[in-house]
């Protein structure tokens, strides 16, 4: 008998063993996707192995139902890297799997009694009047429901089980599963393929038949083969002259698969100066591309920091290492933080590489990522290009792994599987043997540090590819200059402005904070408007005449009066958000075009607009929230403000200098990368500030050493391991007593080495409705503090169903 380890597609930890029926010839493949019964239903899961031994006594063992899958939609490898996901993050591996598959592609399945043959022969024969009268009323109702009920509704129709059990036992009645389609499939297209050419004995035949002749024409002159919906261009009734044509054995009608494709999306006609010939490298491109290729022809693992300051041409690296990857006939992973936001990226690689690139990105729909999986998944495309969910590509003989932007904390998913994209990477390389390249201008604190301590080799390029030297940074001390009114700008930020604009350039303002107004208060009670859902105040947005909560979406309309004071024209609108700049910038420069890239205007087909009007030289004041800090190469850019630079500097995360630092030397990095110099202008209340003062100087070097010291003083990452135990539920009181119980188990926690901060509410006290408790277990041995952690959610703690608890392994969000 074989017995299956399957990871069942459900929120439960481990896998399961079944067994496989004897009767079957074949057992299922590893990876392939199975029916199993799991409680009283029916789940499907993957089988992950066929183990020597069995877990449970052969007698108990339940077997396999179905098999889902003759392809396995996993390979053995991937299946191995979202087993290694879900034991790193505690993690159940169903759920990890779920991940790796693409959406829609879920089949569910339901279990049903149904009646048999025998049971429908006892209903209208004879024999049923052996039958008690309970039990022949019972196969009645089914075969007054269509001859099977679900099992779910059977005790709603008043069926026992007992019933159900004994009928099944006398073979009237039999349980079966039925199963889902997909929600997404193939697509498909019909086919007209001419059998042979359209001779005089052809003619003679359709010779009463004119239409029909000319549509086999179209198809002839098409080549022999044309799709039947563009047959329809020309005749509107085309498909039945193919049908009658396929009758006279004139053609032949095939299905062939169609791709949807995203790229529309992500090319567009965001114009790119990427020439399809790669330039000719610089020295430093040279010497980093030198290292890498060198690791992709010997076909092992080796990972590799490549620090490069913003515009210093890390994408040509990456490009060329793939090619060199792809010569070698294998394949290539390219992350990257937000697909959508940088168009010019998607299409840099598309001018290179062609259609052999799949791009799997958010904003394509679950036909065209399904489309775009399985050509990587039948190898006929080889570079798998898209956000933190790409890692799990279904690429074979991976050659080569990017991170771009490795820093970027959107790599790290924030719910259900908690996995960091940048780490699951590294782990994937190094289980292919493949190279995996981290690139950033200012890499994470972790990855930094392992190239320092010898576990990544480090690549620099210190220089901008192009000519131009990295800009010139002024730094503004609010103390000092009083920035002016709602556009936030000083007399310095203001005067360069007016030099830029005369000179024709284009100019970006940062603030990070979208929105109009970003707190309203009355003026008379004081009463703040405060999200009902999550501990934050309400931002107005003035355009669309709303509230609006930024971390939940809960909006209301704009109040007229006071809620609790009942005063009129009492509210302050106070705090100041991008859409008010943008307002007040417009109107201190007539005579510029101003456009605004945030959220609000980022919706839709906006987001496009935007980059497209910019990159065309359609606007001269581009004002954004960090959207405008990410991987943009508009040349005419040459000014750029960061209007107030420490908004998020003091928020309680051990990170926010981390991020500040990034942030500013990121926007930076927008100004100047055409040929003309770049200049940059950072208002802040705190130049001492070493994330301010060292974006402003360019020093990375300076800003890691600064911030390594104070992160091993308190033992953070990287200089110890974290672990987040959080607590949330709609209730905060009964969030609140579990938490508590926590802490007992913490007291009673025997951990040396770790320690354990909390259990506190979290600084976003409620969330989306929910309210948010935390333990951080940190310390300098990773497996003390996995051990410390798994202990304290070992069962046994008594908690409503509506206290969640979840693990968080090497946390990136602190609040
Ligand atoms: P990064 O990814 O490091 O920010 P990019 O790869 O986007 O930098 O390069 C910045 C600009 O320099 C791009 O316009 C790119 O086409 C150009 N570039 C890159 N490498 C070279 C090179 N070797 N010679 C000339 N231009 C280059
Ligand atoms: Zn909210």
């Not at 396999?64 to 890297?81: F, K, N, Q, T």
């Not at 135990?725 to 040396?752: H, M, N, S, T, W």
């Amino acid at each position: 008998m074989d017995v299956a380890e399957v990871a069942v597609e459900l929120p439960v930890a481990g896998t399961y063993h079944y067994e496989v029926p004897a009767r079957w010839s074949m057992r299922p493949l590893v990876g392939a996707r199975v029916l199993v019964p799991f409680g009283g239903r029916g789940v499907t899961g993957i089988v992950v192995a066929y183990p020597a031994a069995a877990a449970v006594p052969a007698g108990q063992m339940r077997p396999i139902e179905d098999v889902l899958d003759d392809v396995p939609p996993v390979s053995a490898e991937l299946l191995d890297l979202c087993l290694w996901v879900a034991r790193y993050y505690e993690a159940p591996p169903g759920e990890v799997l779920r991940a790796a598959l693409p959406a829609g592609t879920r089949v569910t399945a339901a279990r049903f009694v149904a009646l048999t043959d025998a049971g429908r022969e006892a209903l209208a024969g004879a024999a049923g009047g052996a039958l008690p009268r309970r039990l022949r009323d019972v196969l009645g109702r089914v075969a007054g429901a269509g001859g099977a009920i679900a099992a779910r509704q059977l005790g709603a129709r008043g069926i026992r089980r007992e019933d159900v059990d004994a009928l099944v036992a006398s073979g009237l009645l039999q349980r079966t599963t039925a199963r889902s389609r997909a929600r997404v499939r193939p697509r498909t297209e019909r086919v007209a393929v001419a059998v042979g050419p359209v001779d005089a004995a052809v003619r003679a035949a359709l010779a009463r038949a004119p239409k029909r002749l000319a549509v086999l024409e179209a198809i002839v002159a098409a080549g022999g083969a044309a799709a039947v919906a563009d047959l329809k261009h020309a005749e509107p009734r085309a498909a039945d002259h193919v049908r009658a044509l396929s009758r006279a054995g004139l053609v032949e009608v095939v299905h062939r698969p169609v791709r949807r494709d995203g790229w529309a999306v992500a090319a567009d006609d965001v114009a790119t100066s990427a020439p399809v010939e790669p330039p000719q490298l610089t020295e430093p491109q040279r010497a980093a591309l030198d290292q890498i290729a060198r690791a992709v022809d010997d076909g092992v693992f080796r990972s590799f920091v490549l620090h490069g300051v913003t515009g210093s041409g890390k994408t040509e690296v990456y490009l060329h290492a793939i090619a060199r990857a792809l010569a070698a006939g294998k394949s290539a992973i390219v992350l990257v933080p937000e697909i959508s936001l940088t168009p010019q990226l998607a299409a840099r690689f598309r001018a290179r590489f062609g259609d052999r690139v799949a791009v799997l990105h958010s904003g394509l729909s679950d036909g065209e990522r399904f489309d775009e999986w399985h050509r990587l998944r039948r190898g006929q495309a080889a570079i798998a290009l898209g956000a933190r969910s790409a890692v799990f590509a279904p690429v074979d003989r991976l050659g080569v792994v990017v991170v771009d932007e490795e820093h970027d904390s959107s790599f790290k998913q924030e719910e259900g599987v908690r996995y960091h994209a940048r780490d699951v990477a590294l782990v994937r390389a190094q289980r292919a043997g493949a190279v995996c390249i981290l690139g950033s201008a200012t890499p994470s604190l972790e990855s930094y540090r392992a190239a320092a301590t010898g576990r990544h080799a480090l690549l620099e390029l210190p220089s901008r590819a192009t000519a131009r030297p990295l800009p010139e940074v002024d730094i503004v001390d609010l103390r000092t200059y009083q920035p002016e009114g709602d556009a936030m700008l000083t007399a310095p930020l203001a005067a360069a402005i007016d030099d830029a604009l005369a000179a024709g350039d284009q100019v970006i303002l940062f603030l990070n904070r979208r929105g109009f107004s970003t707190f309203v208060v009355c003026g008379r009670c004081g009463h703040a408007f405060r999200c009902p859902h999550c501990s934050v105040a309400l931002t107005h947005h003035h355009r669309s005449r709303k509230l609006l909560c930024h971390y939940c979406g809960h909006s209301e309309p704009v109040p007229d009066r006071c809620t609790p004071c009942g005063g009129a024209k009492t509210i302050l609108r106070r705090g100041i958000g991008t859409e008010k700049v943008a307002a007040a910038v417009g109107a201190r420069y007539p005579g510029a075009r101003v456009a605004r890239l945030d959220r609000d205007s980022a919706a839709g087909a906006g987001l496009h607009d935007v980059l497209r009007r910019v990159a065309r030289r359609e606007v001269d004041i581009l004002v954004g929230t960090q959207m405008v800090t990410k991987g943009h190469d508009f040349p005419g850019v040459t000014l750029v403000g960061v209007l107030c630079a420490d908004t998020g500097l003091s928020l309680p995360d051990f990170r926010a200098s981390e991020r500040t630092f990034q942030l500013l030397t990121q926007v930076a990095g927008r100004a100047g990368r055409g040929d003309r110099p770049g200049r940059v202008v950072i208002q802040t209340y705190r130049p001492e500030a070493v994330a301010v003062a060292a974006a402003g100087r360019h020093d990375y070097a300076w800003f890691y050493r600064a911030e390594s010291a104070s992160r091993a003083e308190l033992g953070y990452p990287p200089f110890g391991h974290v672990i987040a135990v959080r607590f949330d539920g709609p209730d905060p009181g009964a969030v609140r007593a579990v938490a508590r119980q926590f802490e007992d188990r913490i007291r009673a926690l025997r951990a040396p080495g770790v320690t354990a901060l909390g259990p506190v509410e979290a600084p976003l006290a409620r969330l989306k409705g929910r309210s948010r408790w935390h333990v951080w277990l940190r310390g300098s041995d990773r497996k003390a503090v996995r051990a410390a952690a798994r202990a304290l959610v070992a069962p046994g703690v008594d908690r409503p169903a509506s206290v969640r608890v979840v693990v968080d392994v090497d946390p990136v969000s602190a609040l």
